[in-house]
T-cell receptor, first 115, second 113 residues
Framework: EAQVTQNPRYLITVTGKKLTVTCSQN?????MSWYRQDPGLGLRQIYY???????DKGDVPEGYKVSRKEKRNFPLILESPSPNQTSLYFC??????????????FGSGTRLTVV | TQLLEQSPQFLSIQEGENLTVYCNSS?????LQWYRQEPGEGPVLLVT?????EVKKLKRLTFQFGDARKDSSLHITAAQPGDTGLYLC?????????????FGKGTLLTVNP
């Protein structure tokens, strides 16, 4: 089954403790992206990647890091999480240059709480 | 910056009623997509419209792209409780930006039995 898999689904952590949210897709998509979703603010893009070793900032990159060492994986790293990073996070992928035509495939989300 | 405004923000109706939600922008988009998101899950693509004036039907859902490719609507006929969810519109970039989608904030639809 074609899918984007995120782990973990739920995570509660403490301020300052580094964490990684993993994302993997099995569709050979070049484009991958991370979003956070907050009430009243909608989906906001954090980082995106056009291909292996090619990443760029989205609209809200502060406090986050990403890497793209393999085509299928795009982990999101929070080096020193803070309570304002409490949110619902989604990973998404699409065929390179075709997101506007074929759309994005989203993962099921990671609900992160930072206390 | 391209923005998409969705209205209404919230909609609560009874089973069997019809409804329309709107997605508007001052910018032109190469395409317009609609997604549905159920609680605890990621958005799922419903449809993509790419031509100004285009109308697509998906069972009881009718999607329309405005002639000027700045707006879109989603009409649901005889809504059912299974239609409950957050409906998101997303505008597609063009040319070198056709990988990019700009999302609206969504319309939260509740269909009561």
């Amino acid at each position: 089954e074609a899918q984007v898999t995120q782990n973990p689904r739920y995570l509660i952590t403490v301020t300052g403790k580094k964490l990684t949210v993993t994302c993997s897709q099995n569709m050979n998509h070049e484009y991958m992206s991370w979003y956070r979703q907050d009430p009243g603010l909608g989906l906001r893009q954090i980082y995106y990647s056009m291909n292996v070793e090619v990443t760029d900032k989205g609209d809200v990159p502060e406090g986050y890091k990403v890497s793209r060492k393999e085509k299928r994986n795009f982990p999101l790293i929070l080096e020193s999480p803070s309570p304002n990073q409490t949110s619902l996070y989604f990973c998404a992928s699409s065929l390179k240059g075709r997101g506007s035509i074929y759309g994005y495939t989203f993962g099921s989300g990671t609900r992160l709480t930072v206390v | 910056t391209q923005l998409l405004e969705q209205s209404p923000q919230f909609l609560s109706i009874q089973e069997g009623e019809n409804l329309t939600v709107y997605c508007n922008s001052s910018s032109v988009f190469s395409s317009l997509q609609w997604y549905r998101q159920e609680p605890g899950e990621g958005p799922v693509l419903l449809v993509t419209v790419v031509t100004g004036g285009e109308v697509k039907k998906l069972k009881r859902l009718t999607f329309q792209f405005g002639d000027a490719r700045k707006d879109s609507s989603l009409h649901i006929t005889a809504a059912q409780p299974g239609d409950t969810g957050l409906y998101l519109c997303a505008g597609g970039g063009s040319g070198g930006s056709n990988y990019k989608l700009t999302f609206g904030k969504g319309t939260l639809l509740t269909v009561n039995p």
